[in-house]
């Protein structure tokens, strides 16, 4: 299939790898030209001077740009400029709002629009092992769906447009409320006095066994924060989260304190740690 790929950040340069793998003619576009230069120069395909030159009769538009301005933005231009009846498929975390408009002006140029929000992290990106929770039309979704697939473990329709953006604030809410059971966790085993490599052993067959568990307790353990989804953009997420909270009036007690202690870990200096670095404002001397 002829496909465009906008935003070639951590996720999205091995996520374009992967559609090129799998044979679809890629062309690709990201603000920082050299990062789509060096993409074709891995991979093949060409890198278009603009979002709209790169989208230029493709079939599918996939976006992974960084927030709802951004998504807003580019969607006015590659709308136009690929094929009728085609697909923007958006891969940012963004409003289930911008998802919903997005789809309305799709619509009108007769495109369709899918939101299709992702789990999985960076090495979910790179080995073709991400989660991706989408909304959209299931015409738009059922035809995208086998080409999400060369870097998705697992593709769900969730519902209408906005589905897969609401469906991805759940997933924040679970890991902003584990991430912080386990920083918890930890630095209570440290002051108890327990080794940390023998608590894990204990625990990580039983009903605490998490992802977070099993991935991030040794990192945690040594102070090392350079893994995976960075606190700047978790608070973003967790923004919409609570802002979607106030609108249909979820109460989300947890997941605002949560996002108060990840401003606490921005404050000291660590935007671009990972997630599990809620850890450090536990261990700052009292």
Not at 47 to 57: I, K, L, V
Not at 206 to 233: C, I, P, Y
């Amino acid at each position: 299939m002829k496909v465009a790929f906008v935003g070639l950040g951590v996720m999205g340069f091995p996520m374009a790898g992967h559609l090129a793998k799998a044979g679809h003619q890629v062309a690709v576009f990201n603000r920082s030209p050299e990062k789509a230069v060096r993409w074709v120069a891995t991979h093949g395909g060409r890198a278009g001077a603009s979002p709209a030159e790169a989208a230029a009769g493709a079939e599918i538009v996939f976006l992974c740009v960084g927030n709802d301005d951004d998504v807003r933005g580019v969607s006015a231009l590659v709308l136009p400029a690929m094929a009728e009846g085609g697909i923007v498929v958006d891969h940012t975390t963004t409003s289930a709002t911008v998802a919903r408009e997005m789809a309305e002006l799709a619509g009108g140029s007769g495109r369709w629009f899918v939101d299709a929000p992702v789990s999985g992290g960076q090495a979910g990106a790179e080995n073709g092992q991400l989660t991706v929770m989408c909304g959209g039309e299931a015409q738009a979704y059922e035809r995208a769906e086998p080409v999400i697939a060369a870097f998705a473990k697992a593709v769900r329709r969730m519902g209408g447009p906005g589905a897969g953006q609401l469906t991805k604030m759940v997933n924040q809410i679970c890991i902003a409320g584990i991430v912080q059971g386990l920083a918890e966790g930890l630095h209570f085993a440290k002051r108890a006095g327990l080794d940390t490599a023998e608590v894990y052993e204990a625990i990580s067959k039983g009903a605490a066994q998490s992802w977070q568990l099993d991935n991030r307790w040794r990192t945690m353990s040594e102070g090392k924060f350079d893994f995976g989804f960075a606190v700047d953009w978790m608070r973003k997420d967790l923004g919409l989260v609570l802002d979607e909270a106030g609108a249909n009036g979820a109460k989300l007690d947890m997941t605002a304190m949560v996002d108060g202690f990840y401003a606490e870990v921005q404050a000291s200096g660590g935007n671009r740690w990972d997630t599990s670095s809620l850890v450090t404002r536990l261990e700052k001397p009292s």
